[in-house]
């Protein structure tokens, strides 16, 4: 073998291996140096123009403004500085703001780039006129709706949320007129238009209303999106919003439905009762969550039916709703456990029960002040404990730190025919350190009905 | 004829040593694709995943409590402050429940509840169900003692969610994993059914409320070299996703699709939740999707000592995977794909690692036989060095553009020192550590062959 032949083939292979590992060395170590160079010189401008702003602010309105080149005011450090110094959502500030814009001529600066071939200029052109949220910049933006560039497109549409003129929301309910969001190469993302709407507040709601009408589900589905991301009391609103639970779109009834949910009105909640079983998942979803969200106590009945929806997201949303509705709830739940027939359905109210933290209040409410829902809640947990549920109640009643929900928690589990219940029964007959539990489960355990589960042998023991 | 076979061999390994150069190559051009295509994503935009339930389906996190697992409470706040709209955690204790998952379900308040457990997958009994009314969403099984497949099995079967996120022992959940693995799931719905992403390495890391923080790269030569292994790990599923159509995952988190993993049995009794990356083979229209962004953090063996350890048991495992090809049993069966392709890839893993240096050693033989001529040789040599180089060297590019990477440039420079500890050193330890534990291996008895329930079967334990 040539040694010299097989050197030279390893150093070629040593040298390239090198040469890769060196190149890719290189890349990484200049990208880190060139960036953290960029945003060291950012910072250096970046407190550099502070001082220059902070001269602005403390000179009086109308006051001459220090001479400051061109070149600062093109660089988008110094206006970011500019606009997160006005930007606080004060009116005075707003005002100088827009009138510094004027001055230093950004609008017309920014309009002349939102005209820019590159798309990522005419970006940073409708993200800084949507900052300045000047009037005069709602043509400029209006025309980069239709950008062929989608990021331009949704920047304008946000940018045109954040000018608070009525031709910026006249813009954006022509957008939604014109259902760009949905089809076609213009499209803008819904997320976006419904953002830009729900910006513009009470104002957009009466223009956006009417749109629940529109032919297009697409836009009914919107407007009901706009009317839940802003509560409006108008009853005209209300009845709007009823009439489109009727939509024969489902998205337009879940998003009206989350709507009637976010208004607060509890009056408002009568119609969510049938939506409850609608033949769509997500339209239940969210009628039990609104009614849940308005502790709405008359759709207790129809809750509990939707404890055993096919989604468990569902259920799940309808056990914390009657949750929310409290006390009210659960003579109906406890009516559902004992009268229905179906042994699944029963199983699955009481899994999804388990999840909430009803089971635990109402052990409280054993021992509470109100005789009647001290009984109600008895009740309740006997059926529950007939069912399954003996987890957590067994937990209450070895570990409560009151006797009194102890002793009242063995009277109502006594005749609860399980065997693991019966165990705990008998284990507190003897160990508790409370007399009045140790009674209550000896009287627990004898004034069980003959031939139930450990009643002859409790009996017996207990004498 | 003793000279045609040597001859014959040398020709094979240089083969085989210039396609896995141009495989190499092949991936990690796939992978850069990937990432340029990903581009400044960071998986699903915030907005839609807040507003929309529809679009955005539930996930539910499956995490396996060891007993060794002094961390388990941290982890569980850290998993309940994960950025995504709707999800719930699932923990599995495999055997009783250790000091700290007790000290953690404690805090929690976590009450006993008699959940209904269907098991749609066998598994070993369920001996207890916990509920956190603060977590609203957190469920904890107590099961006997069985394996970590098993217990993630039986994770499966209390899962309510469409999909599910398993997560291996020790293992820690990016805050943001879930919308970076839920990303590519919603935009194909109906095709994706496995998602992976980046595990990354936790030494040298803090979690500061929840969320991983990322320090300096470790100067530990040990834990450098895991680093760059994970980053490797990450480049070749990355490239090898897209390619395939299913994939090798790396460590640490698999998101799957509830209903097609229990078509298939859900985990293998012998494997581990890698073994479903090949899901999408066992069914036409079926695809994974890798996402390039940390997803997941796991701690390493800090000492070479431990890497060793922790390496053999890799390839004892994986020595076990390979046996069960000629396992006639084993190979019937409807979801073999799942196992096999698992197999076979941790079979390629465990020979790479002797094809490698046994490639070098015979093209040099054959060399100096005259079997091979100069330009083969130098093609060999090329292949192997460069092909590892650019693999490591792509790794590290990769690590520099997703989101918490290592600050300093001192850390890049730590990791290219790795690459070339990789290289020379790390080669002859894992050849070294391969042939050590081939060569002590003892036949294993025949793994347990669990039949799969059907799905929907309504069966109460």
């Known amino acids: 073998m040539n040694t010299y032949t097989w050197w030279a083939a390893v150093g070629w292979g040593v040298a390239a291996s090198g040469a890769v590992a060196a190149g890719a060395a290189a890349c990484s170590l200049a990208w880190r140096f060139v960036r953290r160079s960029v945003l060291a010189q950012r910072d250096v401008r970046r407190s550099a123009y502070r001082s220059v702003v902070d001269a602005l602010r403390a000179a009086h309105e109308g006051a001459a403004v220090p001479d400051i080149s061109l070149g600062v005011l093109a660089d988008d450090v110094f206006l970011s500085c500019l606009v997160d110094a006005y930007d606080d959502g004060r009116p005075e500030n707003r005002r100088r703001l827009t009138a510094y814009a004027e001055r230093f001529g950004y609008i017309e600066r920014l309009g002349g780039l939102s005209r820019s071939p590159w798309a990522r200029h005419r970006m940073r052109s409708a993200r800084w006129l949507g900052r300045l949220a000047h009037p005069d910049s709602v043509a400029d933006l209006t025309r980069m709706t239709r950008d062929r560039s989608l990021r331009v497109r949704s920047t304008a549409v946000t940018a045109l949320g954040a000018v608070q003129d009525p031709r910026a929301l006249t813009a954006l309910v022509a957008l939604l007129d014109g259902q760009s969001f949905t089809v076609g190469p213009r499209r803008v993302p819904a997320s976006c238009l419904t953002d830009a709407l729900a910006a513009h507040g009470a104002d957009a709601v009466l223009s956006v209303l009417p749109r629940l009408q529109s032919p297009s589900p697409a836009v009914r589905a919107t407007a009901a999106d706009v009317l839940a991301r802003t509560p409006h009391p108008d009853p005209r609103v209300r009845a709007a919003l009823a009439a489109a639970l009727e939509d024969p779109d489902g998205e337009v009834r879940a998003r009206a439905a989350k709507a009637i949910g976010r208004s607060g009105d509890a009056g408002a909640a009568a119609p969510l009762v049938k939506a409850l079983s609608d033949r769509v998942w997500f339209v239940r979803l969210q009628a039990a969550r609104a009614i849940g969200v308005l502790a709405y106590g008359r759709a207790v009945r129809p809750l509990v039916s939707v404890l055993t929806d096919e989604s468990w997201q569902v259920r799940a949303a309808a056990a914390a709703a009657l949750r929310h509705v409290g006390d009210a709830a659960v003579p109906a739940l406890t009516e559902c456990l004992f009268e229905s027939r179906d042994r699944y359905a029963k199983e699955q109210v009481v899994e999804e029960l388990q999840r909430t933290r009803l089971l635990l209040e109402q052990v409280e409410a054993l021992d509470g002040a109100h005789a009647g829902a001290a009984f109600v809640a008895q009740r309740f947990l006997r059926e529950m404990a007939r069912h399954g549920a003996t987890a957590v109640l067994l937990d209450a009643l070895r570990r409560h730190p009151r006797a009194s929900v102890r002793r009242r928690l063995a009277a109502a589990l006594g005749t609860v025919d399980v065997p693991r219940v019966l165990t705990v029964l008998h284990d507190l007959a003897e160990h508790d350190r409370d007399a009045g539990v140790r009674e209550a489960a000896r009287r627990a355990l004898t004034g069980r009905p003959p031939g139930a589960a450990g009643g002859t042998a409790a009996r017996e023991r207990a004498a | ?461």
């Open chain 2, 1 to 461: 004829m003793i000279d045609a076979m040597v001859s014959a061999a040398a020709r094979l390994f240089a083969g085989y040593a210039i396609l896995t150069g141009l495989g190499g190559a092949a991936v990690v051009l796939s992978a850069a694709w990937v990432v340029i295509r990903s581009g400044r994503d960071d998986g699903l935009p915030r907005r839609e995943a807040a507003e929309d339930e529809r679009a955005v389906p539930p996930v539910s996190v499956v995490v396996v409590a060891a007993d060794e697992d002094s961390d388990i409470g941290d982890r569980l706040d850290a998993l309940a402050a994960l950025d995504y709209p709707a999800f719930e955690i699932v923990v599995v204790s495999d055997g009783p429940i250790s000091p700290a998952l007790a000290r953690a379900m404690a805090r929690l308040q976590t009450q006993a509840v008699d959940l209904i457990y269907r098991p749609l997958i066998k598994t070993g009994r369920v001996t207890g169900c916990y509920h956190s009314p603060i977590t609203s969403n957190l469920v904890v099984l107590e099961k006997e003692p069985a394996s970590t497949a098993d217990a993630l099995n039986a994770g499966l079967n209390v899962a309510r969610s469409p999909y599910v996120c398993l997560v291996e022992s020790r293992t820690w959940l990016d805050r943001s994993a879930l919308r970076r693995l839920m990303a590519p799931v919603i935009e194909d719905p109906d095709r994706v059914v496995v998602s992976a992403g980046m595990a990354r390495v936790m030494n040298g890391c803090v979690v500061r409320d929840g969320d991983v923080a990322v320090g300096a790269c470790p100067s530990n030569p040990a834990v450098a070299w895991a680093v760059l292994g994970g980053l490797r790990s990450a480049v070749l599923a990355a490239g090898a996703s897209p390619l395939l159509g299913a994939g090798a995952a790396p460590r640490g988190v698999l998101l799957v699709h509830r209903t097609e993993a229990l078509r298939v049995g859900g985990v293998p009794s012998d494997g581990t939740i890698h073994d479903l990356a090949w899901l999408p083979w066992t069914r036409s229209g079926l695809r994974s999707a890798y996402v390039p962004l940390p997803v997941s953090w796991t701690r390493v063996p800090a000492t070479f000592a431990d890497l060793a350890r922790a390496y053999r048991r890799r390839v004892a495992a994986a020595v076990g995977a390979m046996r069960g090809l000629w396992n006639r049993e084993r190979r019937r069966g409807e979801h073999g794909a799942v196992k096999h392709g698992a197999r076979f890839m941790r079979s390629a893993w465990t020979l790479s690692a002797l094809l490698d240096p046994a490639a070098l050693a015979v093209a040099t033989l054959g060399f100096g036989r005259g079997d091979i001529d100069f330009p083969l040789l130098l093609a060999v040599w090329v292949s192997v060095l460069v092909g590892r180089t650019a693999v490591s060297s792509v790794a590290i590019l990769l690590h520099d553009v997703t989101p918490k990477r290592y600050p300093s440039s001192w850390d890049v420079a730590r990791l290219f020192l790795a690459a070339v500890f990789d290289l020379t050193v790390g080669r002859l330890l894992a050849l070294w550590w391969t042939v050590s534990t081939l060569s002590c291996f003892r036949r294993a008895g025949p793994p347990t062959v669990v039949t799969p329930l059907t799905a929907g079967a309504d069966t109460r334990s």
